[in-house]
DNA sequence: TGCGAAAACGGAACCGTGTTCCGTATCGTT
DNA sequence: AACGATACGGAACACGGTTCCGTTTTCGCA
């Protein structure tokens, strides 16, 4: 369940111009850094992402400071948090479009895997999307893990003809993340049946 | 453009158990209640529906103790604004119905007015799913007045054999709304697209 | 017109959260 | 051991929602 177990000690941010960004000096900041991770994943699980910043340190047995000097803003805890989990999906693209029977089959095996990740993340589908500034890094994120993945799949689907051609892979994903909102606070809601449908909508006509 | 304008002094509350709950017997509260929706739709307008109460107030040039007695929960302000539009979206359902070349298309126009008016709310979208206790009373308007008029239309479109017969009509519309969120802060995203996928992808197979 | 009770008002005060700042403690090195 | 750099903690501040109560306004009635 938590497996937002510390492997990295430190960013292993996108970006890098070059080489890693200097694991930090110190021990202690080290194991703060690791506790806080892990006490953000847990307050996550039973909060939801807005969780508030306190309780993530007290849980960690830190101060708040400590969480600001380590992740300035919530949107990069949130990010470090499911980073792993991210990438996982971001990587299990291609082996769905070599492994399915299809392109579409592909997409949609993919997207409901995505659905899957951000359905039981309470809070997260939502800021996600939330226009405060303070979460861009996160939309940043997001946007250049897995739109190109989304477009590679739609690329497949339409040159084997089973989708129309004009889909735009950020709008879909957006859309997608959007479908998700509010999905594990709502027994009346699913948003894979929705979603399902967006991607029969896609069909080509 | 403001069409806030108050011609009820008062509550013409849907559940009615039996006769309107007494317009106010005070010029000075109505006079205030008016203010108020006004202060509200202009302060909605540039800075959403998450306008601080304190604006509101002051715009209106009252106290903040006012709005409070006018409004308890801030989803009784904005239904109390927008009231009358999602009155008018609720009432087209059926004129387009009849309107219409086919049932399927009346759907999608009806959507599309419902669209047009959710996007041009800042933060309405995101309030309506928010899972906020205090939004309560605006789900349930929404819900009351627009799903049944969805369901209608549906039942149309799935008689006449054009679309699937295993819609829910508030899943729908709530994927609908959700797909709204966002749509006036992303130049890249146009929900009116994505929502005119989901209705196709409610066709017949 | 004057009066008193009821209704409504206003805004200070309170609370919960995010964010900043700086004196203190810890680490790693010499 | 001593020192400088690094990191820590939590008090203090900012901000927005909400409550509460002393004051003001309204309205029916004499």
Redo the contacts between chains.
């Keep these: 369940m938590n497996d937002s177990g510390n492997d990295n000690d430190e960013d292993a941010g996108r970006p890098a111009p070059d080489g890693p960004p200097a694991p930090s000096r110190r021990k202690d900041a080290r194991r703060n850094k690791a506790a806080l991770l892990d006490a953000a994943a847990a307050a996550f699980v039973v909060s939801g992402v807005d969780a508030p910043v306190r309780d993530i340190a007290a849980r960690a047995g830190v101060g708040v400071g400590t969480i600001y000097r380590h992740f300035p803003t919530r949107a990069d805890l949130i990010v470090a948090v499911y980073r792993h989990q991210v990438d996982a999906c971001a990587e299990a693209g291609p082996a769905l479009l070599a492994d399915s029977a299809s392109p579409h089959t592909a997409l949609g095996r993919w997207i409901d895997q995505f659905v899957d990740f951000l359905a039981t993340k309470h809070g997260l589908a939502?800021a996600l999307?939330?226009?405060d500034t303070g979460f861009d890094t996160l939309h940043a994120y997001f946007i250049d893990r897995l739109v190109p993945v989304c477009a590679q799949l739609l690329e497949a689907a339409a040159a084997a003809g089973e989708i129309r051609p004009d889909?735009?892979a950020?709008?879909?994903m957006?859309?997608v993340g959007?479908?998700c909102?509010?999905a594990d606070?709502?027994a009346?809601?699913?948003?894979r049946?929705?979603v399902?449908?967006?991607?029969?909508?896609?069909r080509r006509?």
């Design positions: 939502a999307h939330s226009d889909i735009d950020y709008e879909l957006r859309g959007n479908l909102i509010g606070t709502d009346r809601y699913d948003p049946r929705l399902g449908l967006l991607i029969a909508g896609l006509t």
